[in-house]
């Protein structure tokens, strides 16, 4: 049906100074002090409901904050909010009143272009440390700065707050060096005896400056293979295909069909070795499960990485898809190829019984699981969660099919959902999506095996280099496997970004964690954590 962006305008009325046309959604340029009531009109009255991303960025004469607006009943249907701010006095309202996922988006504006918010709850520096000076993407940022980074303390945040005569309170840090942070993440715990009272995830230990370095890259090969290095366990191919989708969507590039195809089944691949990976050390964090659970993940793991390293001929940073498709074909002899893959997919009914018997069965899981780290659906959207842990809250939103890319919409498959929203039920999305994902693949394998030979097209004809018009700008997102992976670049008429953004699914996911946990007992946290099957190196990028 589309957007009726005139409507929309007529609805923001004054607060509007000016229209922009993006490539993906038409923008409009707010005033700073009418932030608020205007994303709440949105949201309230024309139904944009989901903040994908908060994008901000310097220009010679002006800051600049771009609110990336859709819908969780139809993604397609999209809007920007364009706030823009003087270079002498960055300062704009904050929408966290009306988006509790702006809270994160805005504190990562602010500690990495410098934008000020306004009645912001807690406008702090979430990557670098408090004592940081500058801000990393700033035009004037002086990188040879020595920087000193005092050593202090945590400082107890019990006294007045949450500590009186009837209560046994003490503060606790989990991580960051612990198995079950999976990762450098740092968990500051306020407990009432083992109840959690209060939990805020410290972020930033694992920040690679991953969006400066695509800032850095030509369009045609030096940004491809930095992707892989954000959702580096297992989701390579989909990280790859997040940036692909956004620089073809710039440059106008086309992608051969039977390269599509390629891309989906790939995907696919490693949508099942992500999910395995989460199966395997959820476990692991549940009840200590290594010998068989952990393993038996690890296993078929290792079958799928099998599969991709013939496929890519990398096992972790594939660096396989190209600007317009992907680097080289299947690989010779095929029909050994597609032999593995109908042999892995065989077996894995059996395999995933085996695991519905080990863990779905088990009385402990189930106590640990069911009704632990309940999201309910209106709390999830407002976080912008996505993903399975939104699917398995009721969420029914899966870029795949409501915005759909590659080859999906040509194939026959099913959305998961599930209703409990609890940690059992974010197993239950991941186990059922590997079905679902076998499904696809075995689809696209019949594809590609009676493809005629003259018209396997993998790569379509793509210039040695790109240099898309100065301020053309897109925002685009797939389906990754832990949510909504998407990428915003704007040009400035070079043969690279003037910003690249990378809107992670593991840090919108992250921040619904006190949501989740607090007013429950410290394993219950320890097990919603282990759900929301985050990576850091994609949380802090």
Same mark, same amino acid.
């Given at each position: 049906?589309?957007?009726?962006?005139?409507?929309?305008?007529? @609805?923001?009325?004054?607060?509007v100074v000016g229209r922009e046309s993006h490539l993906n959604a038409d923008g409009f340029v707010v005033r700073a002090d009418r932030v608020e009531e205007s994303l709440s009109a949105l949201k309230e009255e024309a139904g944009f409901d989901h903040l994908s991303a908060v994008t901000a960025q310097e220009y010679e004469d002006r800051f600049e904050s771009i609110y990336h607006l859709k819908k969780y009943n139809d993604p397609t249907e999209e809007v920007s909010v364009v706030v823009p701010t003087s270079?002498?006095?960055?300062?704009?309202?904050?929408?966290?009143?009306?988006?509790?996922?702006?809270?994160?988006?805005?504190?990562?504006?602010?500690?990495?272009?410098?934008?000020?918010?306004?009645?912001?709850?807690? +406008?702090? *520096?979430?990557?670098?440390?408090?004592?940081?000076?500058?801000?990393?993407?700033?035009?004037?940022?002086?990188?040879?700065?020595?920087?000193?980074? /005092?050593?202090?303390?945590?400082?107890?945040?019990?006294?007045?707050?949450?500590?009186?005569?009837?209560?046994?309170?003490?503060?606790?840090?989990?991580?960051?060096?612990?198995?079950?942070?999976?990762?450098?993440?740092?968990?500051?715990?306020?407990?009432?005896?083992?109840?959690?009272?209060?939990?805020?995830?410290?972020?930033?230990?694992?920040?690679?400056?991953?969006?400066?370095?695509?800032?850095?890259?030509?369009?045609?090969?030096?940004?491809?293979?930095?992707?892989?290095?954000?959702?580096?366990?297992?989701?390579? @191919? $989909?990280?790859?295909?997040?940036?692909?989708?956004?620089?073809?969507?710039?440059?106008?590039?086309?992608?051969?069909?039977?390269?599509?195809?390629?891309? /989906?089944?790939?995907?696919?691949?490693?949508?099942?070795?992500?999910?395995?990976?989460?199966?395997?050390?959820?476990?692991?964090?549940?009840?200590?499960?290594? /010998?068989?659970?952990?393993?038996?993940?690890?296993?078929?793991?290792?079958?799928?990485?099998? +599969?991709?390293?013939?496929?890519?001929?990398?096992?972790?940073?594939?660096?396989?898809?190209? $600007?317009?498709?992907?680097v080289w074909d299947i690989p010779e002899p095929r029909e050994t190829f597609f032999e593995n893959v109908r042999e892995f997919l065989d077996d894995l009914p059996n395999r995933l019984e085996e695991y519905h018997d080990l863990i779905t069965d088990n009385e402990l899981f189930q106590l640990r699981c069911v009704d632990t780290g309940v999201l309910d659906a209106d709390t999830a959207k407002d976080f912008g969660v996505t993903g399975p842990i939104a699917r398995a809250s009721g969420v029914d939103y899966?870029?795949?099919?409501?915005?759909?890319?590659?080859?999906?919409?040509?194939?026959?498959?099913?959305?998961?959902?599930?209703?409990?929203?609890?940690?059992?039920?974010? +197993?239950?999305?991941?186990?059922?999506?590997?079905?679902?994902?076998?499904?696809?693949?075995?689809?696209?394998?019949?594809?590609?095996?009676?493809?005629?030979?003259?018209?396997?097209?993998?790569?379509?004809?793509?210039?040695?280099?790109?240099?898309?018009?100065?301020?053309?700008?897109?925002?685009?997102?797939?389906?990754?496997?832990?949510?909504?992976?998407?990428?915003?670049?704007?040009?400035?008429?070079?043969?690279?970004?003037?910003?690249?953004?990378? *809107?992670?699914?593991?840090?919108?996911?992250?921040?619904?964690?006190?949501?989740?946990?607090?007013?429950?007992?410290?394993?219950?946290?320890?097990? /919603?954590?282990?759900? @929301?099957?985050?990576?850091?190196?994609?949380?802090?990028?």
């Amino acid at each position: 049906m589309g957007v009726d962006y005139d409507a929309l305008e007529d @609805l923001l009325g004054d607060a509007v100074v000016g229209r922009e046309s993006h490539l993906n959604a038409d923008g409009f340029v707010v005033r700073a002090d009418r932030v608020e009531e205007s994303l709440s009109a949105l949201k309230e009255e024309a139904g944009f409901d989901h903040l994908s991303a908060v994008t901000a960025q310097e220009y010679e004469d002006r800051f600049e904050s771009i609110y990336h607006l859709k819908k969780y009943n139809d993604p397609t249907e999209e809007v920007s909010v364009v706030v823009p701010t003087s270079r002498d006095d960055p300062v704009s309202q904050s929408a966290s009143s009306v988006f509790e996922t702006a809270k994160w988006h805005e504190r990562e504006a602010y500690d990495l272009v410098g934008v000020q918010y306004d009645d912001h709850p807690d +406008l702090r *520096r979430i990557l670098l440390p408090e004592t940081w000076q500058g801000h990393p993407l700033g035009r004037d940022y002086n990188q040879n700065k020595p920087q000193i980074v /005092t050593f202090e303390e945590n400082k107890n945040p019990l006294e007045g707050k949450f500590r009186d005569e009837e209560s046994d309170t003490m503060f606790l840090n989990i991580g960051p060096h612990h198995p079950a942070t999976h990762g450098v993440l740092h968990l500051e715990t306020v407990l009432d005896g083992e109840q959690v009272v209060d939990v805020e995830p410290d972020i930033g230990y694992l920040h690679r400056c991953e969006e400066q370095m695509a800032q850095n890259g030509n369009y045609r090969y030096q940004i491809m293979p930095y992707p892989d290095r954000w959702d580096y366990a297992s989701a390579g @191919l $989909l990280n790859e295909w997040a940036y692909a989708r956004t620089a073809e969507d710039l440059n106008d590039i086309e992608v051969p069909e039977y390269a599509q195809v390629i891309r /989906t089944m790939g995907a696919e691949l490693c949508r099942i070795a992500s999910h395995m990976l989460a199966l395997g050390t959820f476990c692991l964090d549940i009840y200590g499960e290594f /010998t068989a659970i952990f393993m038996y993940a690890m296993r078929d793991r290792e079958n799928v990485q099998k +599969l991709l390293e013939d496929l890519t001929g990398q096992r972790m940073m594939f660096n396989y898809f190209r $600007l317009g498709g992907v680097v080289w074909d299947i690989p010779e002899p095929r029909e050994t190829f597609f032999e593995n893959v109908r042999e892995f997919l065989d077996d894995l009914p059996n395999r995933l019984e085996e695991y519905h018997d080990l863990i779905t069965d088990n009385e402990l899981f189930q106590l640990r699981c069911v009704d632990t780290g309940v999201l309910d659906a209106d709390t999830a959207k407002d976080f912008g969660v996505t993903g399975p842990i939104a699917r398995a809250s009721g969420v029914d939103y899966d870029l795949r099919r409501d915005d759909p890319y590659g080859y999906y919409e040509h194939l026959d498959w099913d959305v998961v959902t599930e209703s409990g929203g609890d940690n059992y039920s974010r +197993l239950l999305v991941r186990m059922r999506e590997v079905e679902q994902s076998a499904r696809i693949i075995e689809q696209c394998v019949d594809l590609l095996e009676d493809w005629p030979e003259d018209d396997r097209e993998v790569q379509s004809n793509v210039p040695r280099t790109l240099n898309p018009e100065a301020d053309r700008e897109t925002y685009r997102a797939v389906e990754g496997a832990k949510g909504e992976l998407g990428v915003y670049i704007r040009s400035d008429g070079t043969g690279k970004p003037a910003r690249f953004k990378i *809107r992670s699914p593991c840090f919108s996911n992250l921040q619904a964690l006190p949501a989740m946990s607090n007013g429950e007992y410290i394993p219950d946290l320890i097990a /919603t954590l282990g759900s @929301l099957d985050i990576i850091l190196g994609e949380v802090d990028r």
